[in-house]
Every structure is written in C-alpha cells, then in structure tokens.
C-alpha cells in the first residue's frame, strides 16, 4: 500500500522558515517524480514544485521560486520541501504527492501538513 | 501563465447526471486529469488522461475532452459523490501544472 506521511508544519511568523519532510513507503521511491502541492484554507489547490527520481530536475511554481527548495533522499525514502522567506499567503496544507505520468500528474496524496504563518 | 476554468458548484438530485466542465486553451493538445476531494480529507484521482479511470473508482465515473473543454460525468450520482472536484492539466509546454479552481458538487 502506498503510504506518504507528511510533518514539519507548524506556525511561524513572516520571514520564518520551515522544513516539511514526507516519508514515503509501500511503493520505489527512486523511480517516481514527487511533488509538493498546497490548499490554502477553504481554496483550491496549487501545484508547488516538483523533482525528478534522481533529483538532477526541478521545477517551482513562479509565486515560490527563489523561497522554496525541494529535495529528496532516495536512500531514506524521503521528500523535503524547504520553505523560507515566509509570507502570510503560503498559509496552506501542504500536500506530498507521487506524481504518475508524463503530464506530471499525482496519483497518490499523503494526509497534507498545515503552515500557518502568522505574528 | 496558464488557467483552467470550472463552474463553482453543481447540484443534481441523486441518481440523476452531475456534468463538470473544465475548459482551458491547450486542452486540444493536453490531457485532463480529474480529482475528488471530499471535505477535510486529500484529493483521490478519479479520472486520467481524458478518460481512463483508476483501480477502484466506480464506473459511473468517465471523462472526455473535444476542443478546449474537458467533461467529468458521474452518472446516477449519489449522495456519497458529494465533494469537490478539480481539474488538471498543462499548458501547451508543459510548463505550467495548474489545477482548475474547484465544482463543488451537492447531491440532494
């Protein structure tokens, strides 16, 4: 079975950072892209950044690139996702997800961690 | 940029026809992916690539996508359909991943 459990979320204030892991198990992890995507509460949902199985690709959204750094560690079967520079619109339940296919999109979805920033 | 478009809500009585819209420019040339998103839980893919349906989604569930608009369909919905439904898909490049922005969809 297909597991990704997210941690790392919390509050923080703007300009704070965070690190948000997602631990992967039931599938290869080496063999699937992985991708961060996020809902901020009661919105839809935004695709944040994405990584290649041997991390050599990766891709941001415009609102986070020079902020957000996604990373992955094959060896331990983990995603990360390091979040700087915080604003109070990247308040959001940051999804971990398995992406399935060549149009990068996600078959698989860990339960999501909250970011909330806020002073 | 790139932007795909969905009604905000839907409403079908049970066992009747729910028809989700989503339309965006380079759907001509992209696939649409479908996702249920039922409240307080994550998103489960219902339909991939126009409309082919993932192990497990029951088959009232189809899609289908002519010129710049993508159709999700559930067919004799019922009150467990209740959610919120989005859209996926890519700009012409490939560049841009975007969701639509959202159906939500009432059954009662």
Known sequence: EVQLVESGGGLVQPGGSLRLSCAASGFTFSTYWMSWVRQAPGKGLEWVANIKQDGSEKDYVDSVKGRFTISRDNAKKSLYLQINSLRAEDTAVYYCARERGYDHDVDYWGQGTLVTVSS | ?108
Request: hydrophobic share 25%; proline share 7%.
């Open chain 2, 1 to 108: 940029s790139y932007e795909l478009t969905q009604p905000p809500s839907v409403s079908v009585s049970p066992g009747q026809t729910a028809t989700i819209t989503c339309s965006g420019d380079a759907l001509p040339k992209r696939y649409a992916y479908w996702y249920q998103q039922k409240s307080g839980q994550a998103p489960v893919q219902v339909i991939y690539e126009d409309k082919s349906r993932p192990s497990g989604i029951p088959p009232r569930f189809s899609g289908s996508s002519s010129g710049t608009m993508a159709t999700l369909t559930i067919s004799g919905a019922q009150v467990e359909d209740e959610a919120d439904y989005y859209c996926y898909s890519t700009d012409s490049s490939g560049n841009y991943k975007v969701f639509g922005g959202g159906t939500k969809l009432t059954v009662l």
